[in-house]
């Protein structure tokens, strides 16, 4: 089927009290891994890649990967810009056709996050395409995207004021996770994600999850986020699947072979994190 919005699978996820998740891929067989999992699972997923994955290879390599995977899938694909850290780059993803973006203002100041924000829905509603923007930062480090050591938490009276004031259709809050790898258990403020959902209408989105526990990801879905992000967690066990063939077979040299066990062992984490987000069998 064709590429789909988030704008759609959101707001179906937010009626029904489950989130989709939202995968970022590096290359083809983390793409083939992701659909493989959505589609044995029949569950919404969302592609995505950052800016520094762009920069690796441009935006219309992984846009036509993702494409050709959708048309193929018997699920509803997305294919999003995750943390889109400029106008120019929004833009860029927009025009490739990119069927959701995210513009990442956090680092501004609040007024300038707006103006950023609602620079880019201006642009991508009158084409019918979905942004997901950020309020507060979340922490820690990953690719180039770094959040800082103590970085402000959502303000839920902020969040309406945000929210209105750009026209967003998604918005990832700050509860004290952080991009990475985390160095010790992370301690999120859910009772503050609780406020948050009482007052703001739209989906949420909860960044920097790959570590954080699945039962506290259950309770943030229970508790209102429509969906999750999941990167570092993919890199690893690519990664994991990678080393292990070599292991095995230390004279491999043929990549289709090893990477083959990174792409399953991706599929088998997709599917464990499809399930926590409560996506499956809801295509």
Same mark, same amino acid.
């Given at each position: 089927?064709?590429?789909?919005?988030?704008?759609?699978?959101?707001?179906?996820?937010?009626?029904?009290?489950?989130?989709?998740?939202?995968?970022?891929?590096?290359?083809?067989?983390?793409?083939?891994?992701?659909?493989?999992?959505?589609?044995?699972?029949?569950?919404?997923?969302?592609?995505?890649?950052?800016?520094?994955?762009?920069?690796?290879?441009?935006?219309?390599?992984?846009?036509?990967?993702?494409?050709?995977?959708?048309?193929?899938?018997? +699920?509803? +694909?997305?294919?999003?810009?995750?943390?889109? $850290? %400029?106008?120019?780059?929004?833009?860029?993803?927009?025009?490739?056709?990119?069927? %959701?973006?995210?513009?990442?203002?956090?680092?501004?100041?609040?007024? &300038?996050?707006?103006?950023?924000?609602?620079?880019?829905?201006?642009?991508?509603?009158?084409?019918?395409?979905?942004?997901?923007?950020?309020?507060?930062?979340?922490?820690?480090? !990953?690719?180039?995207?770094?959040?800082?050591?103590?970085?402000?938490?959502?303000?839920?009276?902020?969040? +309406?004021?945000?929210?209105?004031?750009?026209?967003?259709?998604?918005?990832?809050?700050?509860?004290?996770?952080?991009?990475?790898?985390?160095?010790?258990?992370?301690?999120?403020?859910?009772?503050?994600?609780? !406020?948050?959902?009482?007052?703001?209408?739209?989906?949420?989105?909860?960044?920097?999850?790959?570590?954080?526990?699945?039962?506290?990801?259950?309770?943030?879905?229970?508790?209102?986020?429509?969906?999750?992000?999941?990167?570092?967690?993919?890199?690893?066990?690519?990664?994991?699947?990678?080393?292990?063939?070599?292991?095995?077979?230390?004279?491999?040299?043929?990549?289709?072979?090893? $990477?083959?066990?990174?792409?399953? &062992?991706?599929?088998?984490?997709?599917? %464990?994190?499809?399930?926590?987000?409560?996506?499956?069998?809801?295509?």
């Amino acid at each position: 089927m064709p590429l789909v919005t988030t704008k759609e699978l959101l707001l179906k996820a937010q009626k029904s009290h489950y989130a989709v998740g939202a995968f970022n891929v590096e290359n083809m067989e983390m793409i083939q891994a992701v659909v493989a999992a959505a589609e044995e699972l029949n569950a919404p997923v969302i592609m995505q890649t950052t800016p520094s994955t762009l920069k690796y290879a441009d935006a219309d390599y992984f846009y036509a990967n993702v494409k050709i995977a959708a048309q193929k899938a018997k +699920v509803p +694909v997305v294919m999003h810009l995750d943390h889109g $850290n %400029s106008f120019e780059l929004a833009m860029k993803a927009y025009r490739v056709g990119y069927s %959701s973006i995210m513009i990442d203002g956090s680092h501004e100041i609040f007024d &300038e996050n707006i103006r950023l924000t609602k620079s880019v829905v201006d642009v991508c509603h009158a084409s019918g395409i979905p942004v997901e923007a950020e309020l507060g930062k979340v922490g820690g480090k !990953e690719d180039n995207l770094e959040g800082g050591e103590g970085n402000p938490y959502t303000v839920p009276a902020e969040a +309406v004021e945000f929210v209105n004031a750009t026209g967003v259709d998604s918005l990832a809050v700050a509860i004290g996770t952080a991009h990475g790898v985390y160095k010790g258990i992370p301690q999120l403020d859910v009772e503050r994600l609780s !406020e948050i959902c009482e007052v703001v209408s739209i989906p949420l989105v909860l960044h920097g999850t790959s570590g954080v526990p699945d039962e506290i990801v259950k309770d943030c879905v229970r508790r209102g986020i429509c969906k999750v992000n999941y990167a570092t967690g993919l890199r690893m066990a690519f990664t994991k699947g990678i080393k292990g063939c070599m292991e095995k077979n230390p004279d491999i040299f043929d990549p289709k072979k090893y $990477n083959s066990a990174g792409r399953e &062992e991706v599929k088998q984490y997709v599917m %464990s994190k499809i399930k926590i987000c409560g996506s499956a069998d809801k295509a």
